[in-house]
């Protein structure tokens, strides 16, 4: 096996803790891609024989991948759970041939690994329950675990593709045809963190404020130079920090509480498509999401499309009507959740750690602009309080807590898995 020096980079809170706690949550709703050595091995294994459901059941699937030269192959899903899942959450494939038979994917989550020009980002997937309520090991002690998932992608770079994903550009767009220096972007990053974790404020208001400082950034150094080094951006952002980023907050919209109608559209879109893309379903009378057979999930989509996904769309923008969540399992009352969405709960600190945690992860250069980025970080934090709502309205619940909002957490993590976003697992 192939071994080579690396440098790890953890981009997550000083503190950030993982560990599975066996809720089975990571094998449900996500496609696990098997690579070529690893379907070989599972392939030559009577699973039936194992598990008296698997009989019959073709275990793994061929898809073609958009912008790739071969399809890939991914593990069948039954119910929304991958088929090796078993009734107790625990993976037959780990109790029958042991963890280390397991796809790297199954093996890897929640790390979230990307290159960059330090080194090897070691971020988290906040989807995971013990990530957001911080219980396990300490980061600094996986580093072994990380490392042998990496000699695992030097020794089979083609069949790991994606166990590192592309590199992380050096030179970031801050906004049109402004760049950022990596020591710049990696500044203006450590003040957006610094607005999310200061004291006083409400985190909404908080995440307004750091698009803000984005968005102040951007305006300073628009069509003046090429790329903004370092040197530039720490000058400029001691000079912002100082009053505890006053002009940032006041830019961000005072309190924040209440989104535009368009922004709520625009959530409330990519509620529905999330959901009828992440199932496979779609839209029909009274916004159901039934079972469609075949196609990928583009022509899903389209499916969706001409099946009226736009009324589900109207409904969560106006609180009426009902709404199918296939994440959460159930069929939601969007006036109920349209009253508990916005409010502060007791999960806000849940949804600090994973506001910095998306942030560090590198998150605000998925986007084609460092402003873009900002905008989805906001909208991240709405889509994950709706989902939160969602949570606590289907649980019969009078006010969000601390496990809705995981919840909520978990929804938006997928929908980021299924728009191909994260660099996740």
């Not at 024989?49 to 958009?66: C, D, H, I, M, T």
Request: hydrophobic fraction near 40%; charged fraction near 25%; glycine fraction near 16%.
């Amino acid at each position: 096996m192939v071994r080579m020096q690396r440098r790890l980079v953890y981009s997550v809170l000083g503190d950030q803790r993982q560990g599975c706690e066996q809720c089975g949550w990571c094998c449900c709703w996500w496609s696990i891609e098997v690579r070529p050595a690893e379907l070989e091995r599972l392939r030559g294994y009577d699973w039936a024989g194992e598990s008296a459901r698997l009989r019959g059941v073709e275990l793994f699937l061929e898809q073609g991948g958009q912008g790739r030269k071969q399809s890939s192959t991914y593990i069948a899903q039954i119910g929304g759970r991958c088929a090796f899942l078993e009734g107790d959450n625990r993976c037959l494939i780990h109790r029958v041939l042991g963890e280390e038979a397991k796809p790297a994917v199954c093996r890897g989550f929640p790390l979230v690994l990307g290159q960059t020009v330090e080194g090897v980002m070691v971020g988290v997937n906040c989807g995971c329950p013990a990530v957001m309520r911080n219980r396990g090991e300490r980061f600094s002690q996986l580093e072994g675990q990380v490392l042998r998932l990496l000699n695992e992608a030097d020794a089979d770079p083609e069949g790991a593709s994606g166990l590192l994903g592309e590199p992380i550009v050096a030179r970031p767009v801050l906004k049109g045809s402004t760049r950022l220096s990596w020591g710049a972007y990696l500044e203006l990053e450590g003040s957006v963190g610094e607005i999310l974790s200061m004291p006083g404020q409400t985190l909404t208001a908080q995440a307004m404020a750091a698009r803000a400082l984005v968005r102040a950034a951007a305006a300073r150094w628009e069509g003046q130079v090429a790329v903004v080094e370092r040197d530039e951006m720490r000058g400029w952002l001691e000079g912002e920090g100082r009053g505890g980023y006053a002009a940032a907050f006041a830019g961000g919209g005072g309190k924040g509480r209440w989104l535009s109608r368009a922004r709520k559209r625009g959530m409330a879109r990519r509620i529905v498509r999330a959901e009828a893309a992440g199932s496979g379903d779609g839209e029909t009378r009274g916004n159901r999401m039934d079972r469609m057979d075949g196609g990928d999930r583009e022509d899903r989509w389209d499916q969706t499309d001409r099946m009226g996904w736009a009324d589900g769309v109207e409904g969560i923008v106006r609180g009426e009507g009902r709404l199918w969540l296939s994440v959460l399992g159930g069929m939601v009352d969007l006036a109920a959740v349209e009253a508990m969405f916005g409010v502060e709960s007791p999960g806000e600190g849940v949804l600090t750690r994973f506001l910095l945690n998306y942030v560090r992860g590198k998150s605000l250069l998925e986007a084609p602009s460092v402003v873009r980025g900002a905008e989805e970080m906001l909208s991240q934090l709405y889509m994950a309080r709706w989902y939160a709502a969602a949570s606590a309205v289907l649980g019969g619940r009078r006010c969000v807590g601390e496990g809705d909002v995981v919840r909520g957490v978990q929804a938006v993590e997928r929908g980021r898995a299924i728009r191909g976003g994260g660099r996740s697992w």
